[in-house]
């Protein structure tokens, strides 16, 4: 080559040089390895400041789990489970974890407002003053015993003012409630639990340590009671960490829920049976067991078979698992107790578990410790005791209405007449934190702060062995004009002077926590202690809570359960329509969660239906109707009716439709408005002995619309049903 | 090896008619044609000027409008979905650059192995390459999620410290259809010199400033046919392996993928047959239109071009059918879960009735009509055959692409893809097209003028005793 | 970036010395409540999409729970829930077709991460995913104020046109990486927790080193029972399940 280089060969070279560039760049395993940065560092490389946590606790329903909320410059980012906190051990429930879109939920109230007329949502703002004023000329001018305060499960400080401020004027005690309580049939649960053991608490299942779990509508993976501490019991009793074996769960029930789901048999009794089948179960292990036949179980088999439609080889197969299992475990919950025998039902099956000699041991039942702070009855009123209010109100005997903590439009039953009876009601004031169907039919509403920019506390009702309360904190600044109840309330007290003032003189929320707590400083045994009620504050904050290290479960005891005659009547149903009508909650929504957006979209766990309502009907039954996916129809009851589309649902009773409860609002936020059914519409008002509203004794009809909506689901319909399916 | 003129057809049997209907036995005077092809293309009536505008319109909304509202909306305005994250973009992207394939084919290959009917309509032909192509440019970019940052796949060193990767598919296809768009123009430009020249000693205005850079000084001189010629035979052999390189690697996109129903080692053959389907087919209805619109073209397009090109739409849809069951037996016989699946719902699916429609226009119907001689001469037939053997290849495409997407390993994220505004956008990159087009061919000569006159000047009739042979020279 | 923890590339090493972190589902425990579902959301600032585009397949979930149905009522049963998030290949087919190297094998977590601000949409690496675990921003998700101030500082915020994924929470073993650096100790097996794996109510999920034989998700991976979904595509997928009980 010369000296000099032509343009021509320059060019030549500087091509063969970038083509070797090229290829080489391309070659060789390195490529892959090679650090490439881009332009600007990702976040997930940087710090941009420590994060802050604060233990609080969680208010998307009455369970009580610990979260710890991670902050970072005031604002809220996530939550997780306190890992101390006995109830949930540092787990969480797709619920709780969503608390945040409601923190940060577009729709909340932004301040204290009022409105001229009745759901016009012509909201006025007005000044806290001016609000508390208006609260304290109301209870000052109002006849005490015509007032009335509507409160939800928590949190559980505002129920004690409440009371306190109730007992302090002379007015009735505030009544409490839940569509989750209702759902649940905790009523009948624990009058189950009075009847035979004297007490009327919550037994505690403890499948953590069974060998055989029977389940019996007690869904307690999802939403009952409580559910993260019923899934770590599950989890455990998979594993087989204390008796070796893994745990086997059965569950009994018209549908497949999400526990069904999970369980390794699912056996789809005939709603309003699951009392026989408990008792034929226990005659067969007594048979199998070569016992003498207690005379709780006195019933015939082959009969019991029949009106179950279980298939007596089905009952004889389990009775035999049961007879030679260690630890069985049965469990009475949900639309087994919503029905006309729920009470009688609960009884035989708890009947079943004293036979199986489990009580008070391992793996079996027990009473839920009585949490602290216990000493006022704190639990849920009764359908019954609503309908009660209801009455009061509609005669006009209720001059002012306070709401706090539940949605009573939405999740009454709508034959309870609730909003009718409203508007004999002269004064109406909600403090919802979002504007639900309740608070736009309000005349004031104040709103309170979300649970994450709130004091209190929440005493665990069950879920644990150890008697524990959790404790809430402000994990933000509130993000609005909002306020505390009890701060109102006790601003109001002051104002009014006298007895009341005296009985609540708390300079704010934080002051009468801490003198609630001060009980709980005397106590030996919690897992902390404190010399005085400062420090204990102090404590009970960083750790959220407060809980006895020791177990206090109660062992229940009962001498004469099995030698008495049980006898459960047939379940009675009303209306004349052809399908078993069987609403349930929502696993994902709940009762509240349907204006956060996040849970809207998280599928539900067995249909994986989003961001709606459907209706689960057995594919063979929908075939004889002539109804296919996703066409609407129409569930009419004697008390009304609801539409949705159908999801033609395989793990169903050809003769029983579900409908999940969550969906159907017609206010609370944009997420929630204008979406879904809501079965509470087409519940009848029929009670059980325990004054439990029997939700799922109906009987209805079905009928097509002709309309279509296709239901939002993550699941493919091709690819899980079949190519060949009809879709 | 040197491969030799051909006669038009079998001298014997064809004698009987007159030797005039063929193109290259029916000279002109050389000035004459000159003027024929001048005037086809400088006479532009008010029609031209409607259908401009209409497509202009169509264009500007279509095209432009819809994809400016998807860039700024996002991609949720089109079909896509998961698992189907192609659609129609790249069902258009493959499909053009099918119809791109044509043009080189025909200009190329046939110039290549020296085949006389092409000299017509080589010029056709390119020009659908280069205009095919750019509508698979355009569609590859309305494809990207963020196409305001597609200059990131250029490999040029730059301070984000980015480099691109030569494993992906994407960026051999982007290269690929680069060099191919490169180098089609180039070739497309070299014949077209001459013609250019011509028209720029016979022009005024601003089309003689024009054509005088086009025509970059061409006066015809001894040295310059022979550089020219020269530089063509490079090209002509050069650009048929990137011809069949570029829909080869078109294939690896979805061959190298590890879906059921993509990861098929026929591909590449069966990817460039399927593209000399249709684009022959589309060839065919050009030169159609063309004939039957622009002036003094019906002596130019006769239907001894619309029989040869009825031969090999026929012989290619016989590969093309070979190359698709090859493909499906291969693939079924494997027998794996998935794909057998996969061609269960192609073929009962949703839109089985697709698939079928693909068979039965891409075979059936060519190989009913074409066999004809009569049948494939006649042009509107031609054109309806061509037409629809263009539809079965899209459907083909469909299916590949949307349809085979819908099914894949996780039967729990099976989801269907129906087109949303991509409808608008394909309407939109089929009237850019005709466009592009119908601009083109006011523009150049749609005739090659120059390599007519020099097949005629090559073609004679000679008589041996009784017998008239015809007589090809070579010129080259 | 940690830069002191990169190790150098060894060419000769298989792939299967690589991996560094793993998990392992335990389907038997798994009740299919979606808490990680919802825990990955908030984690990892997950647009929700509402409902006309989950109806199209469009949802943004990270991770999602399958379950399949066996056999006509009455003996119907649904198959184990099984949640499916990004597997971490080791041998990634989303990685080598990504043109402008948005899918990258991170090197010092042996993870698969995309870079999101290097993405330019062309999809090809979620066509290419046999496991379906990718997804596409189609639109700027609508975050109505004030739903933003929950968004994670520590997680990139999408843009409308880029792909994103699992990435067994990059962000959560960085700090903890850290954390246990700047103590001047090794990370402890268990310290690292993705966001599912927190809120996992069962402790169906286990996380952790399997390169290091005493950590529980490596004696989990071989104690018998674990699967790894389309193994025999040879994408040496870091995830296990665990069948049967």
Redesign the interface.
């Known amino acids: 080559m010369t000296d000099k280089i032509s343009r021509r060969d320059f060019l030549k070279m500087a091509g063969v040089g970038a083509a070797t560039t090229a290829v080489l760049t391309g070659c060789g395993?390195?490529a892959?390895?090679v650090?490439?940065?881009?332009?600007?560092?990702?976040?997930?490389?940087?710090?941009?400041?420590r994060s802050t946590y604060y233990a609080t606790a969680c208010r998307e329903c009455a369970a009580g789990c610990g979260l710890v909320a991670r902050t970072?410059q005031g604002?809220?980012?996530?939550?997780?489970?306190n890992r101390n906190n006995p109830v949930?051990l540092?787990?969480?429930?797709?619920r709780?974890?969503?608390t945040?879109?409601g923190?940060?939920?577009?729709d909340r109230v932004h301040g204290p407002v009022s409105q001229k007329k009745r759901g016009s949502r012509d909201f006025k703002s007005l000044e806290w003053e001016a609000a508390i004023d208006m609260i304290v000329d109301t209870l000052k001018k109002t006849d005490p015993g015509e007032i009335a305060f509507l409160m939800g499960l928590a949190p559980d400080h505002l129920f004690d003012l409440v009371s306190d401020l109730a007992a302090a004027i002379g007015a009735p005690a505030p009544l409490r409630f839940g569509a989750l309580a209702m759902f649940e049939a905790r009523g009948t649960l624990s009058q189950a639990a009075k009847n035979l053991f004297g007490e009327l608490a919550l037994p505690f299942f403890d499948i953590a340590n069974t060998e055989v779990t029977l389940s019996f509508g007690a869904n307690f993976?999802?939403t009952w009671l409580s559910?993260?501490s019923y899934?770590?019991g599950?989890?455990k009793m998979?594993?087989g960490n204390t008796n070796g074996g893994?745990g086997y769960l059965v569950q009994f029930e018209a549908r497949?829920s999400?526990?069904a789901?999970?369980a390794d048999e699912?056996i789809?009794a005939r709603p309003g049976t699951e009392g026989l089948v408990a008792q034929a179960l226990g005659k067969l292990v007594a048979e199998q067991r070569g016992d003498i036949i207690p005379h709780a179980f006195d019933v015939d088999v082959a009969k019991a078979a029949e009106t179950s439609g279980v298939a007596e080889e089905t009952l004889r197969n389990l009775a035999g698992l049961v007879a030679v299992a260690g630890r069985t475990v049965a469990i009475p919950g949900g639309a087994a107790l919503g029905q006309s025998n729920g009470l009688e039902t609960a009884e035989a099956i708890l009947t079943l578990n004293i036979y199986l000699g489990n009580t008070g041991q391992p793996g079996g039942v027990y009473l839920s410790p009585v949490a602290p702070l216990s000493e006022k009855d704190h639990n849920p009123a009764s359908v019954f005791g609503i309908a009660a209010l209801v009455e009061r109100m509609e005669s006009g005997k209720i001059k002012t209405l306070f709401v706090h903590g539940i949605n009573p439009v939405f999740e009454f039953p709508k034959s309870l007449g609730f909003e009718q009876a409203l508007t004999g009601v002269p004064q109406v004031i909600s403090f919802a934190t979002f504007p639900d169907e309740t608070a736009v039919l309000a005349d004031y509403l104040l709103p309170d702060h979300h649970g994450l920019e709130s004091w209190g506390y929440q005493r665990v009702v069950t879920g644990t062995g150890n008697a524990a309360i959790s404790g809430a904190q402000p994990v933000v600044v509130p993000?609005y004009d909002t306020r505390s109840t009890v701060d109102i309330l006790l601003a109001a007290a002051e104002k009014m002077g006298g007895k009341v003032a005296s009985v609540l003189s708390f300079a704010d929320e934080v002051e009468f926590i801490q003198s609630k707590l001060a009980d709980l400083v005397e106590e030996s045994d919690g897992f902390f202690s404190a010399p005085e009620v400062n420090t204990f504050l102090a404590s009970f904050q960083q750790f959220g809570g407060w809980w006895k290290t020791t177990d206090s479960l109660g062992v229940p005891e009962n001498d004469d359960a099995l030698t008495r005659t049980l006898k459960i009547p047939a379940a009675e149903f009303e209306g004349k329509g052809e399908f078993h009508f069987l609403p349930f909650v929502s696993?994902?929504l709940g009762e509240a969660g349907a204006n956060k957006?996040?849970?809207?979209?998280?599928?539900d766990?067995?249909t994986?239906v989003?961001?709606?309502t459907w209706v689960e009907i057995?594919p063979?039954t929908a075939r004889e109707l002539d109804i296919k996916d996703d066409d609407i129809v129409r569930i009419v009851t004697e008390s009304g009716s609801i539409e949705a589309a159908v999801y033609l649902y395989?793990?169903?009773?050809?003769d029983t439709v579900a409908v999940p409860f969550g969906q159907g609002h017609t206010a609370y936020g944009r997420y929630a408005q204008g979406?879904g059914a809501n079965p509470a519409d087409v519940l009848g008002l029929n009670f059980n002995a325990a004054g439990d509203l029997s939700y799922a004794a109906m009987k209805v009809r079905v009928e097509k619309t002709g309309k279509k909506h296709?239901?939002?689901?993550?699941?493919s319909r091709m690819g899980?049903?079949g190519l060949d399916e009809e879709y | 090896m040197a491969v030799s003129a051909k006669p038009l057809s079998h001298p014997q049997v064809e004698m009987h008619h007159d030797p005039r209907q063929y193109l290259m036995l029916d000279p002109r005077p050389r000035g004459e044609m000159n003027e024929m092809v001048m005037d086809s293309m400088l006479s532009i009536s008010w029609k031209f000027w409607v259908a401009a505008g209409i497509l202009g319109i169509i264009v500007l909304v279509c095209l432009f409008g819809a994809w400016g509202y998807m860039i700024f909306?996002?991609?949720?305005v089109a079909g896509?979905?998961?698992?189907?994250?192609?659609g129609i973009f790249l069902v258009n992207t493959v499909f053009w650059i099918g119809i791109s394939h044509a043009g080189t084919f025909v200009s190329a290959l046939l110039r290549v192995f020296k085949a006389e009917f092409r000299r017509p309509f080589t010029r056709a032909a390119e020009l659908m390459t280069t205009f095919g192509l750019v509508q698979a440019g355009l569609s590859i970019f309305m494809?990207?999620?963020?196409?305001w940052?597609?200059y990131?796949?250029f490999p040029y060193p730059n301070q984000r410290g980015?480099?691109?990767?030569f494993?992906?598919?994407?960026?051999w296809d982007?290269l690929a259809i680069n060099t191919y768009l490169l180098a089609s123009t180039m070739y497309l430009f070299l014949p077209l010199i001459p013609d250019v020249a011509m028209a720029r000693d016979r022009s005024t205005g601003w089309r003689k400033n024009l054509y005088r850079i086009l025509s970059l000084g061409f006066r015809g001189t001894e040295g310059e046919w022979t550089h020219l010629r020269h530089a063509m035979n490079i090209f002509a052999f050069a650009i048929l392996p990137v011809m069949f390189s570029v829909h080869t690697i078109v294939s690896w996109?979805f061959a190298?993928?590890?879906?059921p129903g993509w990861s098929s080692t026929i591909f590449g053959p069966y990817f460039v047959i399927g593209a000399l389907h249709s684009g022959i087919a589309a060839v065919a209805m050009v030169l159609i239109v063309i004939r039957a619109i622009m002036k003094n073209m019906k002596y130019f397009i006769r239907p001894e071009h619309f029989d040869a090109l009825g031969k090999l739409m026929l012989i290619v849809s016989m590969a093309w059918a070979y190359f698709f069951f090859n493909d499906y037996m291969v693939q079924w016989y494997g027998g794996d879960k998935w794909t057998d699946q996969l061609l269960h719902f192609h073929e009962a699916g949703l839109l089985g009735w697709m698939w079928l429609g693909m068979l039965i226009l891409n075979i059936a119907i060519p190989w009913l009509t074409l066999w004809n001689k009569k049948i494939r001469s006649n042009p509107w037939i031609l054109f309806i055959v061509g037409l629809l053997i263009n539809v079965g290849m899209w459907f083909e495409r469909y299916i590949i692409i949307p349809i085979s997407?819908t099914v894949?390993?996780?039967?729990?994220?099976w989801?269907e893809y129906?087109p949303g505004i991509e409808v608008l956008l394909t309407i939109g990159t089929f009237a850019f097209f005709i466009l592009l087009y119908m601009m083109a061919t006011k523009l150049i000569p749609i005739v090659p003028v120059w390599e007519v006159q020099e097949g005629q000047m090559a073609h004679s009739l000679r008589r041996f005793g009784r017998e008239t042979v015809i007589s090809v020279s070579e010129l080259e | 970036?940690s830069k002191h923890k990169?190790p150098e590339?060894n060419?000769s090493w298989s792939e299967e010395e690589q991996g560094r972190w793993g998990m392992v589902i335990d389907q038997?425990?798994?009740?299919?409540?979606?808490?990680c579902?919802?825990?990955c959301?908030?984690?990892n600032n997950i647009s929700?999409?509402?409902?006309?585009?989950?109806?199209?397949?469009?949802?943004m979930?990270w991770i999602?729970?399958?379950?399949?149905?066996e056999g006509?009522?009455?003996e119907?049963?649904?198959t184990d829930?099984q949640p499916?998030m990004c597997q971490q290949c080791g041998s990634a087919?989303c990685?080598?077709?990504?043109?402008?190297?948005a899918s990258?094998?991170s090197?010092s977590e042996e993870l698969n991460l995309q870079?999101?601000?290097?993405?330019?949409?062309?999809?090809?690496c979620?066509?290419?995913c046999?496991?379906?675990v990718?997804?596409?921003?189609?639109?700027?998700w609508e975050r109505?104020?004030?739903?933003?101030?929950?968004?994670?500082?520590?997680?990139?915020v999408r843009?409308?046109?880029?792909?994103e994924k699992c990435?067994f929470c990059?962000?959560r073993i960085?700090?903890a990486e850290d954390s246990a650096q700047s103590e001047g100790r090794e990370l402890v097996d268990g310290e690292v927790q993705p966001?599912c794996v927190?809120?996992?109510?069962?402790?169906?999920i286990v996380f952790g080193r399997i390169d290091d034989p005493e950590s529980e998700v490596s004696k989990l991976t071989k104690g018998g029972r674990g699967v790894q979904l389309?193994e025999d595509?040879g994408t040496q997928p870091r995830v296990t399940y665990l069948k049967g009980?």
């Open positions: 395993p390195a892959r390895y650090e490439r940065e881009p332009y600007t560092t990702m976040p997930e490389y940087t710090y941009s400041g970072m604002r809220a980012l996530k939550v997780e489970g949930n540092g787990k969480t429930c797709p709780g974890q969503a945040l879109h923190l940060y939920n577009p993976l999802e559910p993260v899934t770590r599950y989890s998979r594993k893994r497949m999400q526990t789901a999970a699912w789809p993000y696993p994902i957006p996040w849970l809207q979209e998280v599928p766990p067995t994986t989003t961001w709606n057995n063979v395989p793990a169903i009773r050809p979406r296709t239901l939002a689901r993550l699941e899980v049903y | 909306e996002g991609l949720g896509t979905n998961r698992p189907a994250y192609w494809h990207m999620g963020r196409v940052l597609s990131w796949m980015l480099w691109p990767n494993h992906s598919p994407l960026m982007f996109d190298v993928a590890t879906r997407l894949n390993r996780m039967p729990f994220t989801r129906v | 970036m990169i590339y060419t038997d425990l798994c009740t299919g409540c979606q808490a579902v919802v825990a959301a908030m984690e929700f999409v509402g409902e006309e585009d989950v109806v199209y397949g469009r949802a979930h999602r729970v399958e379950r399949f149905w006509e009522y009455p119907v049963k649904a829930f499916v087919p990685e080598p077709v990504c043109p402008v190297f990258v094998h090197q870079v999101y601000n290097r993405c330019v949409g062309t999809r090809y979620a066509n290419n046999p496991y379906q990718r997804v596409f921003n189609w639109r700027d109505p104020e004030p739903l933003n101030n929950q968004l994670n500082p520590t997680v990139t843009q409308r046109g880029v792909m990435t990059v962000q960085h700090e966001a927190q809120a996992c109510p069962a402790d169906a389309l595509l009980g």
